[in-house]
């Protein structure tokens, strides 16, 4: 009987919580912290994200739309060091993600192809390497995409938004072997490239 009423009060406890729970949960600034964590910030650029705010708008370097959704980061030229986690694939609503002139490390993070919204994707002149994701082309708003100074390989995709970027947007990767030629060379072919 007594473990009976300890599981009713557990249960209660339970479910109290979850309708407690916030409805409004900070989502895109956990998505944005994922980066603070993955980075070095020997400048301190990142002190003011602080993720138990309700939501990361009032951050440095972060701009919100009226209905509180993060549409720009800008991070450019503040020596981080570090990889882009994936969790930014989650930042629906962002128009531009500037991260350029950093000493950022790792790939190209494929989530990325899930912002609908992206018109600007600056990330040159840090040390990414492996290959540009194949489903970035997919984002059709894209208007400005500029992988330039880094250390990416594979080929260079053509289809989709990428049609329209010229080999300036790739330079400066002296490992990137130019424009897929559909039904010729295969893109994913080619070892060695990380
Ligand atoms: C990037 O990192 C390398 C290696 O740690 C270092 O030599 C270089 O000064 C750094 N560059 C910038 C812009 O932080
Ligand atoms: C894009 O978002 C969907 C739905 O949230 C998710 O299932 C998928 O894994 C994401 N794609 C990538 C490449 O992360
Ligand atoms: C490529 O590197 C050269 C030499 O460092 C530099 O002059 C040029 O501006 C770079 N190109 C791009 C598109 O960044």
């Known amino acids: 009987m007594a473990i009976h009423t300890l599981v009713q009060v557990v249960l209660v406890v339970t479910l109290l919580n979850m309708t407690l729970a916030p409805t409004n949960a900070n989502v ?8 603070r964590r993955s980075v070095k910030d020997p400048e301190n650029v990142l002190q003011s994200w602080d993720p138990t705010l309700v939501d ?3 951050w440095f370097h972060v701009t919100c739309d009226g209905d509180n959704r993060v549409t720009r980061l800008e991070l450019y030229m503040n020596n981080l060091v570090g990889s882009i986690p994936e969790e930014l694939g989650g930042l629906k609503s962002l128009v531009s993600l500037d991260l350029y002139h950093n000493n950022l490390t790792g790939s190209i993070p494929a989530s990325l192809s899930n912002l609908s919204n992206l018109n600007f994707l600056r990330l040159n002149t840090n040390r990414l390497t492996g290959r540009i994701p194949r489903q970035l082309s997919k984002l059709r708003n894209l208007k400005i995409l500029d992988v330039s ?9 053509t289809s989709g938004s990428f049609s329209k970027f010229s080999e300036e947007s790739f330079a400066n990767n002296s490992r ?3 424009p897929e030629l559909v039904g010729f060379v295969r893109y994913d072919t080619g070892g060695g490239c990380t």
Not at 28 to 35: Q, R, S
Not at 149 to 157: A, F, H, S
Request: proline share 9%; glycine share 14%.
């Open 149 to 157: 100074n880094n250390d990416l390989c594979g080929t260079i995709p």
């Open 28 to 35: 895109e600034g956990d998505a944005l912290y994922a980066l």
């Open 176 to 178: 990137l072997e130019g």
């Open 56 to 58: 990361p708008c009032t």
